[in-house]
């Protein structure tokens, strides 16, 4: 009799913990490592790849012109060695690299830094686009940092809002005078940005975008571009 009692009792234990890990599992969506609060992000990647190796197509560390580039927008200039937005809003027109076709592996890299400028508050956004079949505002994938106030990133696929977001982050916020490095690649049916030699956000894209185009551009920032470096992987 005592010994049914406490296999009874055992039992009755068992289901109550596994009554609450069930509750938990409910609670926490049923997933290990689904990303940080407030972001949207595609499944992690098995290896981080494009970040190293290539062959070097091209670069520019704006020195002396902008004759690689086509300029939609009257404010972009080189100053001081460095690309730069200008004081004036640009509206989506932006920078475009001329006689340069981005192969279907590639990483780009370059440097960039978000500024106050004449501006009334600071905007962070920093934004580069790429992989489009012409040369053309959200014809491909735009990795945009700090957009909207720097309220928000994401790898857009065409339109900025919306479903064209793929990969999402609201954590992470531009920091006013500080210098990033961007590495953005195109792999096989897989996009990856990297920020300071870090994975920042990462999009698997079965119907991935194979163009030939990359730009800069931005709304109404102030942000300084420089050492463009262009590699086919």
Not at 24 to 42: P, W
Not at 131 to 150: K, Q, T
Not at 193 to 216: E, H, P, T
Request: glycine share 12%.
């Amino acid at each position: 009799m005592k010994k049914l009692y406490i296999l009874t009792l055992i039992c009755a234990v068992s289901l109550v913990f596994a009554a609450g890990c069930e509750k938990q599992l409910r609670l926490s969506g049923g997933k290990a490592g689904a990303g940080q609060k407030g972001s949207k992000e595609s499944s992690k990647p098995q290896m981080l790849l494009g970040l190293t190796g290539g062959e070097l197509l091209f670069q520019e560390d704006f020195g002396k012109d902008l004759a690689h580039w086509d300029t939609r927008s009257r404010h972009w200039r080189i100053v001081d060695g460095r690309l730069y937005t200008g004081d004036g809003k640009n509206n989506n027109e932006g920078l475009w690299l001329k006689g340069i076709q981005l192969p279907a592996d590639v990483r780009i890299e370059f440097e960039a830094t978000s500024v106050k400028g004449n501006n009334k508050v600071f905007q962070g956004d920093i934004k580069v686009e790429f992989g489009g079949p012409a040369p053309e505002h959200v014809s491909g994938y735009v990795a945009l940092f700090g957009g909207w106030d720097n309220s928000l990133s994401a790898i857009c696929k065409g339109d900025e809002h919306g479903e064209g977001r793929l990969a999402i982050d609201t954590e992470r916020r531009v920091e006013e005078n500080k210098t990033y490095k961007f590495a953005v690649a195109r792999v096989g049916t897989e996009v990856f940005w990297y920020l300071d030699g870090a994975l920042f956000l990462y999009v698997k894209d079965d119907a991935i975008i194979k163009g030939g185009s990359f730009g800069f551009n931005n709304w109404n920032s102030r942000v300084y571009f420089d050492n463009l470096k262009i590699y086919a992987l």
